[in-house]
């Protein structure tokens, strides 16, 4: 590795997975406001994902629709056919 180029300050967190409600604990350097109470029973920042190894279709070999911020609904109103 270069000297000089990666971070030093990594710390542990809690990623939640927002789509299945799963927690797990890793490094990173990342900045965030909110802490949560894992399940160590000590206090830890927490990033919030949409999609992590426990709800992504190629990970867990299902088919999942996930929407968030209404795609669905945004593209069928777009390319919705005028009567």
């Known amino acids: 590795m270069r000297e000089g ?3 030093e300050a990594y710390r542990f967190v809690v990623f ?3 789509s299945n409600g799963i927690s797990f604990l890793g490094k990173s350097t990342a ?3 909110e802490t949560v109470v894992f399940e160590d029973g000590k206090e830890y920042p927490i990033i919030k994902l949409e999609i992590s190894n426990t709800s992504h279709p190629f990970y867990t070999g299902k088919n999942m629709l996930v929407d968030t ?4 609904d945004k ?4 390319y919705a056919k005028k009567k």
Not at 69 to 72: F, K, M, T
Not at 75 to 78: D, L
């Open 5 to 7: 180029i990666h971070p």
């Open 16 to 18: 939640k997975d927002m």
């Open 31 to 33: 900045q965030t406001k």
């Open 69 to 72: 911020a209404g795609r669905i």
């Open 75 to 78: 593209f069928n109103k777009r």
